[in-house]
């Protein structure tokens, strides 16, 4: 059997219709395959490789620490440089308050530890989430992601779960104090790129603070300049109680992270001790990689550059045959199409001509675009010019 055979025989499958590019190399905003063929990656892993594949000073950095120590205790209990210094570089640049790192391994754990704190905090079990948001594949995250069409296969799941309308302004006073958290996107990613108006992340914080309700913002995906600013909740004027945090955040390496008030993240040391815990969350490699990749985005203000970079791909692809609307946030966009067979066509034939792209899940009419932030103006152009093509076709 071939490399991709044993792939479908023995590792296990998430789709009848898996992708299947055998990769051999990635570097910056290339992906090379075990063929000889060359693709620009137009999604970096699900907006995860924000700094580029393999940036230099993520690798330097790895090498170094593997040279040191690789896992030697569970989360909490040894002083690990790594997780210390990359904690603090996070604190460093977010409000105050957000003091508090506690690492994971994943997105989902990090939305599991968050509405479990949450539950400590107000005593209460109450939580509200939104329609087509997406928080992961573990049973606590599926029971509040928007889908019932992804959650209905798993019930009976998390009791005691609302979902209310995004950016509906009807929506707040449902908030009461019997609710725990409220969980939200701060920009929907699974919908298709969906900000949120303002004024109603202005009132959601509002009635949040009114009812002793914690404010849970997940940037897993929105996070680490994707938007245009290094966190995507600066652009609305609010600051959540717990901020979420993953992908991008490890560099490319596994990394997730909920983040709060120390006074609030407390509750985990007492009644119970170890109120949240993991054995390999913030691994020493894992915290390494995604310092050295945060301290490169800040150093190559990628954040900044993110808005001109997607304005230029929203501007060379708005005569693209065929579209119906660009939803952009930064360096983050969805193309409407008219339909899932539609959008599948050109995304196969994007990849036949060397680019990356997919749909996203609760927008299957939607062509990704989340590349990393330092792809270059001419890695955008021939972007840009395949999708046309594939479009024309
Ligand atoms: C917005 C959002 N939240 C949470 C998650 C879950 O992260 P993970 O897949 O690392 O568990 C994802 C993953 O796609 C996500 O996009």
């Known amino acids: 059997m071939n490399l991709r055979q044993l792939f479908l025989q023995h590792v296990a499958q998430t789709s009848t219709a898996p992708l299947a590019l055998e990769i051999v190399r990635a570097e910056g905003s290339m992906l090379y395959g075990a063929q000889g063929e060359e693709w620009i990656d137009g999604i970096g892993g699900i907006s995860v490789a924000n700094v580029g594949h393999r940036h230099p000073a993520v690798v330097e950095a790895v090498r170094k620490q593997l040279d040191a120590y690789l896992h030697v205790m569970v989360y909490g209990e040894f002083v690990q440089s790594p997780q210390v210094r990359y904690a603090q570089a996070l604190a460093a640049h977010l409000p105050s308050h957000l003091s508090s ?5 994943s997105g989902a754990e990090a939305v599991e530890g968050a509405m479990k704190l949450a539950k400590r905090v107000t005593g209460r079990t109450g939580i509200i989430a939104f ?86 913002l997940d940037e897993i995906q929105a996070g680490f300049g994707r938007t245009g600013s290094l966190w995507a909740f600066t652009q609305f004027g609010i600051e959540p109680d717990v901020l979420l945090l993953g992908k991008a955040l490890g560099g490319g390496m596994p990394l997730g992270a909920f983040i709060a008030r120390k006074d609030l993240m407390d509750h985990f ?9 993991t054995t390999f969350g913030g691994h020493p490699v894992c915290c390494t990689a995604g310092l050295a990749g945060f301290e490169a ?11 001109a970079k997607g304005a230029l791909f929203g501007q060379l692809l708005r005569d693209v045959p ?7 946030c930064g360096l983050w966009l969805a193309l409407r199409f008219d339909g899932f067979d539609s959008n599948k066509r050109i995304i196969d034939h994007c990849i036949a001509k060397g680019l990356l792209t997919d749909w996203f899940l609760f927008a299957s009419d939607c062509l990704r675009i989340s590349p990393p932030l330092n792809i270059s103006e001419d890695e955008i152009r021939r972007a840009c010019s395949i999708i046309h093509s594939a479009a024309s076709s």
């Open 269 to 277: 040391a007492d009644a119970p001790v170890l109120g949240h815990i």
């Open 297 to 307: 985005l800040l150093a190559e203000a990628l954040a900044e550059g993110a808005e």
């Open 101 to 105: 790192v506690y690492f994971t391994n």
């Open 131 to 216: 329609q087509d948001s997406y928080h992961g594949s573990t049973q606590g995250a599926l029971s509040i992601i928007g889908s019932e069409y992804w959650r209905n296969a798993y019930r009976p799941l998390l009791p005691g779960v609302h979902h209310a309308v995004y950016n509906d302004l009807s929506m707040i006073d449902r908030i009461s104090t019997d609710t725990a958290c409220v969980i939200a996107e701060t920009v929907q990613a699974e919908a298709g790129v969906r900000p949120p108006s303002k004024e109603w992340l202005q009132a959601l914080r509002a009635r949040c603070t009114e009812t002793g309700t914690l404010l849970i």
């Open 322 to 328: 065929g579209l119906q609307s660009i939803s952009r």
